[in-house]
């Protein structure tokens, strides 16, 4: 199967190199030049455009950070919608709003072209190692040409629903990721200022299911940060998780008005996120 893959970022690359370990022909764009080169170097195939890499691929997943960059890279003269061939299938990886594939879906219905909703969880480190959840909204024949594409660093596929609810559900799901991190770092805090031993509250809270493993490992990165403040590069990555977070938690926010509804929580914690991870940014905590 001939396999596109547009948007070699943290989780994106180790996506796309999972499709080339899988045997998959697989070509891939991103518009950092270093990006292509490095996966070309271990096995894919590297377009110049959208558009070159449309004309060579069957199934295409696009990983980029954000609404307004998936409409760069599906519309216009130079996008993929442009250039596939129609049966081709499109994967949107990214977090984003439902309405937004609903918008791809129809431009591509109209000419041929197949669109599933695919957001991922996981990480980076899931992508790595193959061990992916993929929530997937779309028609079921679609899903199933997709499922070798998707298996390659997959864990899990679940299927959703009509179109829309794949990246719906992966709102839902950012929501309590982020809720479980703030929920992990007061408790942490509490415990510190309260001197108590960190380690008793983890055992309990381990042997009760209050503590994930997800929320265990952010809450030691976040105590490293302020062991170290000095580290720069610890610090950026954290700097990048908050943008990250802030950004997804405002496209919650943002499909809870669509609804019509109120989520007062999420938006409080949306504000919180860089105290939660640690930034130094008066601005921002």
């Known amino acids: 199967m001939r396999v596109g893959f547009v948007g070699l970022g943290n989780i994106g690359a180790p996506m796309a190199e999972r499709l080339v370990k899988g045997g998959m022909d697989t070509v891939v764009f991103d518009v950092r030049e270093q990006a292509r080169a490095e996966l070309a170097a271990k096995g894919a195939r590297a377009a110049e455009s959208c558009a070159a890499l449309a004309r060579e691929a069957e199934v295409i997943g696009v990983c980029v950070r954000d609404d307004h960059d998936v409409y760069q ?19 949107l990886h990214s977090t984003i709003l439902p309405r937004t594939v609903l918008e791809v879906g129809r431009a591509a219905a109209a000419r041929g072209i197949g669109v599933l909703d695919a957001p991922i969880t996981g990480g980076a480190a899931g992508a790595q190692s193959g061990k992916l959840t993929y929530i997937v909204g779309g028609d079921t024949e679609l899903l199933e040409r997709c499922r070798p594409v998707f298996s390659t660093s997959a864990a899990k596929i679940v299927h959703t629903g009509a179109l829309g609810s794949g990246a719906a559900t992966k709102l839902c799901n950012n929501l309590m990721t982020y809720l479980g991190f703030l929920a992990a770092y007061e408790a942490a805090f509490l415990a510190r200022h309260g001197s108590l031993s ?7 809270t381990r042997s009760n299911g209050n503590m994930t493993d997800q929320m265990l490992a952010f809450v030691r990165t ?6 170290q403040p000095d580290n720069a590069s610890l610090h950026a990555m954290l700097r ?16 809870a008005r669509e609804q019509g509804i109120t989520l007062p929580g999420t938006a409080l914690c949306q ?7 640690g930034i130094r940014d008066e601005k921002r905590r």
């Open 271 to 277: 504000q919180l996120m860089a105290r939660v991870f």
């Open 222 to 227: 976040r105590m490293m940060a302020e062991e």
């Open 240 to 255: 990048s998780f908050t943008d990250l977070a802030e950004k997804d938690l405002a496209v919650t926010l943002a499909f």
């Open 198 to 204: 960190f380690d008793a509250l983890l055992e309990v």
């Open 73 to 91: 890279v599906v519309s216009g003269e130079n996008g993929l919608l442009a250039h596939a061939a129609a049966g081709t299938v499109i994967a």
